[in-house]
T-cell receptor
Framework: DGGITQSPKYLFRKEGQNVTLSCEQN?????MYWYRQDPGQGLRLIYY???????QKGDIAEGYSVSREKKESFPLTVTSAQKNPTAFYLC????????????FGQGTRLTVV | AQSVTQLDSQVPVFEEAPVELRCNYS??????LFWYVQYPNQGLQLLLK??????LVESINGFEAEFNKSQTSFHLRKPSVHISDTAEYFC?????????????FGSGTRLSIRP
């Protein structure tokens, strides 16, 4: 089945540690996105990528980093510089054209203690 | 820049009653509009989309939305809701621009259905 896979579903980390969230898609989509979801704030864009080896900062990129070495993969690293990393993280992809919808993974809930 | 405003954070309704979830957007260029639904601890699923043509778009489960360019709105409606419609609903805009195509989401509306 085609889709987007985020792993793990739940992740716990100690404060000060970097952590990497995985996002893989087999839809042959060019564009991939990372969003952060907090209660009452909707989805806020962290980073996005239109093609391999290229990505742009979204609205809340500080404290995060990404790579796009393969079309299928867009991992997100939450660094120790992110002041409030506990949140629900969603990865999405789409063909790349502005008039197409995005497909979402099931999300990763990160808790930093 | 584009933005999306969902005017109601929560909407409680009784089962079988009609509902409207409001969405307004702002953009200086042509836009494409979407409604997504999210069930607890899951990702988002597309409910319906407006790309061009008829301003009234429908989903397979009875929801509809009308694109109103003069009022910059894309409100979501259902004439009779069911308990299974309990979820959070997000309005989103994707705009035609020279920059890479972002999808901007509203803050969401939590729909709760009372029996």
């Amino acid at each position: 089945d085609g889709g987007i896979t985020q792993s793990p579903k739940y992740l716990f980390r100690k404060e000060g540690q970097n952590v990497t969230l995985s996002c893989e898609q087999n839809l042959n989509h060019d564009a991939m996105y990372w969003y952060r979801q907090d209660p009452g704030q909707g989805l806020r864009l962290i980073y996005y990528s239109q093609i391999v080896n290229d990505f742009q900062k979204g609205d809340i990129a500080e404290g995060y980093s990404v790579s796009r070495e393969k079309k299928e993969s867009f991992p997100l690293t939450v660094t120790s510089a992110q002041k409030n990393p506990t949140a629900f993280y969603l990865c999405a992809s789409r063909i790349g054209d502005v008039n197409t919808e995005a497909f979402f993974g099931q999300g990763t809930r990160l808790t930093v203690v | 820049a584009q933005s999306v405003t969902q005017l109601d954070s929560q909407v409680p309704v009784f089962e079988e009653a009609p509902v409207e979830l409001r969405c307004n957007y702002s953009s200086s260029v042509s836009v494409y509009l979407f409604w997504y639904v999210q069930y607890p601890n899951q990702g988002l699923q597309l409910l319906l989309k407006y790309l061009s043509g008829s301003t009234l778009v429908e989903s397979i489960n009875g929801f509809e939305a009308e694109f109103n360019k003069s009022q910059t709105s894309f409100h979501l409606r259902k004439p009779s809701v069911h308990i299974s419609d309990t979820a959070e609903y997000f309005c989103a805009v994707s705009a035609s621009a020279s920059s890479a195509s972002k999808i901007i989401f509203g803050s969401g509306t939590r729909l709760s259905i009372r029996p």
